[in-house]
């Protein structure tokens, strides 16, 4: 049943790439051959008007905008989805294509996918969201494409142009975030407070540009979960660039501003990955919080 599921889709997509194709090709044509009747001298019998000539000229050339046009709605459409796909910046701020292409595998599409779920659940209620080292902004075009008004900070400029073009993008630093207060329904950090130097800077900063009632959702990693640990023996793995394990400590942070909850979440057990996880399960400690009414 799902194989004819997924064969129907791509009979269906390639239906609708042959309609646009077709479209776009009678659309150039048409304004080819009608600039040509118009305004230019037939190139075939030197006289201005020629609708055969007109004709003619616009068969050899439309193939060639529709072409280009296919091309240019391919790349803006790959992008959309996940950001370009030779550039994305890791940890150094150089250029990795590596970044991007782990994104694609099956294992990171799972852990994307149960992430944003949580987060549109989460955000129910909320309209214009900040997301804090956003880095490419896979996860954030996820939200924005469900009709959120997403804006996405990191530190690298490399990061951002790979982000999808519904994401706003701002190149800044998280404690420094150049925003009024009261701009957004909800600041998130996906994976992206414990790499940030001045974490309660950054906190201080998400309370000022919440709004009144204000929501704040944290994904830390877990540095007691077996995920946690591994990575961070492998060489180059970003958790290895941490720079705060403390989960109290920024609990405590984030109580000082916010009426807090707290859960685990995302089980990972080798290429397994599923919801429901406990505290050495669990990949990620989430803390949920909304903002105190005297701030």
Known sequence: M?????????????????????GRFALSWTA????MVMFATC?????PGCVSGAGIYATVIAPIF??????????HKRKEDTGSAECVANDSGDL?????????????????????EYL??????????LSVGCGPAIIEGGLAKRGFNVTGLDVSQEALNCAPDKVRTVADRAEDMPFPDNSFDAVIYVASLQFVDDYRKALEKSASVLRSSGKIIV?????ESVFFRERSREPG???????????????????SRFAVDTEYFLCIHGNEVSAAANETDAALYIILGTKRASL
């Open 43 to 47: 190139p075939f019998c030197g006289r």
């Open 66 to 75: 529709t072409f280009f046009s296919w091309r240019a709605r391919k790349n």
């Open 96 to 116: 990795s294509e590596r970044y991007i292409e782990s994104c694609r595998k099956d294992f990171w599409q799972k852990v994307f996918q149960l992430e944003l």
């Open 32 to 35: 080819i051959a009608g600039f």
């Open 237 to 255: 793995s970003y958790v290895s660039k941490i720079k705060h394990t403390d989960e109290k400590a920024i609990e405590d942070a984030i109580a």
């Open 2 to 22: 799902s194989k004819w599921i997924a064969e129907t889709e791509r009979e269906t997509q390639n239906s609708k790439l042959l309609a646009w194709i077709v």
């Open 120 to 129: 549109i659940e989460h955000l129910e209620g909320c309209r214009d969201v």
């Open 219 to 223: 994904m830390l990693l877990n540095p």
